[in-house]
């Protein structure tokens, strides 16, 4: 699912600043979008043993965490001469940690 996130914020950048706000109420095309991603995502942080308010705080850590690491990728903030593959996979997998852990 992360790798998903940043292949289509990379791809779709536009689209993806979009889906970065809560929906108004009037937007139900969108709201229905929203929820659609939210349950994939509670649905992968339950398989960790996440579930109720506990699953918001964590669905909150992993939105946070990959749209930081996107979002300075996106403008070309990572000038060091390594892999950004590399270092994405690393934040994934710190990002199992917590959770395996949360």
């Given amino acids: ?10 791809a779709h950048p536009g689209c993806y600043d979009t889906m970065l706000r809560a929906s108004a109420p009037d937007e ?5 979008a929203a929820q ?7 649905d992968i942080i339950a398989g960790y ?9 964590a669905g909150r850590y992993v939105r946070g965490t990959l749209h930081g690491f996107v979002s300075v990728e996106l403008v070309g903030g ?3 001469p390594r892999s950004l593959d590399r270092s994405f996979g ?10 395996a852990s949360w």
């Fill in 90 to 99: 690393q934040l994934v997998s710190a990002i199992d940690h917590a959770l």
């Fill in 1 to 10: 699912m992360a790798h998903a996130y940043r292949a289509y914020a990379l």
């Fill in 28 to 32: 139900d095309d969108l709201r229905a």
């Fill in 78 to 80: 990572f000038g060091l």
């Fill in 49 to 57: 043993g996440v579930v109720g308010d506990k699953a918001i705080d």
């Fill in 36 to 42: 659609e991603i939210l349950s994939m995502l509670f």
